[in-house]
Structures are given as C-alpha cells and as structure tokens.
C-alpha cells in the first residue's frame, strides 16, 4: 500500500510527541496538515528545517515558523533531582514516550537516550523537582535530532498506547468480572425475598438493573474494542 499523505508528512516530524503544535501527538497533527486544517508551520522541536521540509513535500513556500506554538530551541532533556522526587508517578504518566523509570512513592529517574524533551513531565510534578537541561548545545531543530531517534519515539509512544489501551482493558475486565459475581450473589438469594419488604425487594431490584446495564456496557465497549483492533 503507497503512503497516504498523511504518513508521509508524519514520517518528517520529529514525533517528539510534545503536543506543541496543538494536537495531542505527531500522527493527527500530520492528519490535520493533509487535510487542510493545521498550518504546516506549528512544530518547534521540528525548526524551520521542519518547516522547509513539509513545505517542499506539500509544494508549498516555506514560512516561518509560528513562535505562538514555540520557539526552535537546543534540544534539552528532563532531569529528575532524585533528592526532592516523592514518587507521585505523575511524570510518569505523563511521559509520552516511557521514558521514565519508577513506581509509587519510590524515586524516579529518566532515561535519557528515550526522553525527547517534550517538556510534559514538568508542569505536573507537584515539588518542582525536573528541569530540562539542554544536550545539543548550538544545535536546534533537525539538527539536534535525528530521523533515527524519532523512528525510535515513535515506536515508543506507539509501545505505550498499546500498553494503556492493553491496561485499561484488563480494569475493564476485573471490573466487569466483580459485576457478574455481584449479579450472581443477589440472584442466589430468593429465599430471602419473603423476609424483605416491598421497598427493599424493589432496593435490590434497582441494584440488579444497575449491575446488568454496567455488565452490558461492559460488553459492548469490548466488542468495539475487538472491531477496532481487527480493522486493517
């Protein structure tokens, strides 16, 4: 299959995933340049490199970019001053790419050769503990990146949609699963009906309509989700 347009101008961004730009990763801002809703000037991490890049795949005159999303810049890293990290794991989700290691109340730390300096993991830290050090030092734009390191954020980012999506289907399951059980304890408890009153059959009543409509909705979000995954 030829390349749509669409992947071929994402293949020029540097999927530093930074959100910069105004769309939430590199693939839908490419999708929103090819079809006519994005200017093709809105990525700093990609320069005005960048910006001669798309223009001369679109045909279009290069321009400048458009400092409102960001300036170009020497490409930095984040840096976790490990003596202030309380272990909040709020960095961590918010890395777009996993490319910090920790767990709750445990200390956290960045791997350097994955992070693509997107600058995402600052603002969320409640204690101010990560600064973005810069590593390409005269170096901006493509020049501090290469086509190599973002094939590589890519596939991370990529590895780590699967991974939510792989996760919240497992929470989905367990909870679905406790639903069914819930529904199977009440439905083994006729003999109790004749002790309970009228309000409190109909209590137990409403609270299997609710369990059954939460089990459904359950089931149908699975099978979405199976579609989805089996679309070529």
């Given at each position: 299959?030829?390349?749509?347009?669409?992947?071929?101008?994402?293949?020029?961004?540097?999927?530093?995933?930074?959100?910069?730009?105004?769309?939430?990763?590199?693939?839908?801002?490419?999708?929103?340049?090819?079809?006519?809703?994005?200017?093709?000037?809105?990525?700093?991490?990609?320069?005005?490199?960048?910006?001669?890049?798309?223009?001369?795949?679109?045909?279009?005159?290069?321009?400048p970019l458009d400092i409102s999303h960001g300036l170009e810049r020497v490409r930095p890293v984040a840096v976790i001053d490990e003596a202030y990290c309380?272990?909040?794991?709020?960095?961590?989700?918010?890395?777009?790419?996993?490319?910090?290691?920790?767990?709750?109340?445990?200390?956290?730390?960045?791997?350097?050769?994955?992070?693509?300096?997107?600058?995402?993991?600052?603002?969320?830290?409640?204690?101010?503990?990560?600064?973005?050090?810069?590593?390409?030092?005269?170096?901006?734009?493509?020049?501090?990146?290469?086509?190599d390191q973002a094939d590589q954020a890519r596939q991370q980012f990529h590895t780590r949609e699967l991974r939510l999506k792989r996760e919240a289907q497992?929470?989905?399951?367990?909870?679905?699963?406790?639903?069914?059980?819930?529904?199977?304890?009440?439905?083994?408890?006729?003999?109790?009906?004749?002790?309970?009153?009228?309000?409190?059959?109909?209590?137990?009543?409403?609270?299997?309509?609710?369990?059954?409509?939460?089990?459904?909705?359950?089931?149908?979000?699975?099978?979405?989700?199976?579609?989805?995954?089996?679309?070529?």
């Amino acid at each position: 299959m030829l390349p749509t347009l669409a992947d071929q101008l994402e293949n020029l961004l540097p999927q530093t995933q930074c959100t910069k730009c105004g769309y939430p990763a590199c693939r839908p801002y490419a999708e929103a340049i090819a079809e006519g809703n994005a200017n093709y000037n809105q990525c700093p991490p990609g320069g005005q490199e960048g910006v001669n890049r798309l223009a001369l795949l679109l045909g279009k005159p290069s321009i400048p970019l458009d400092i409102s999303h960001g300036l170009e810049r020497v490409r930095p890293v984040a840096v976790i001053d490990e003596a202030y990290c309380i272990g909040c794991t709020l960095c961590i989700q918010a890395c777009p790419v996993d490319a910090i290691l920790g767990a709750a109340k445990q200390m956290h730390t960045v791997l350097p050769s994955l992070c693509t300096g997107c600058d995402l993991c600052v603002a969320p830290c409640p204690v101010d503990c990560i600064s973005m050090v810069d590593v390409t030092p005269g170096k901006t734009g493509w020049n501090a990146w290469t086509p190599d390191q973002a094939d590589q954020a890519r596939q991370q980012f990529h590895t780590r949609e699967l991974r939510l999506k792989r996760e919240a289907q497992e929470n989905d399951d367990r909870l679905a699963a406790k639903a069914v059980a819930k529904l199977a304890a009440l439905d083994d408890e006729p003999e109790l009906t004749a002790a309970l009153s009228a309000a409190e059959i109909a209590e137990r009543d409403r609270k299997k309509a609710i369990i059954a409509a939460a089990i459904e909705r359950a089931r149908l979000k699975k099978l979405d989700a199976d579609t989805d995954k089996n679309k070529p």
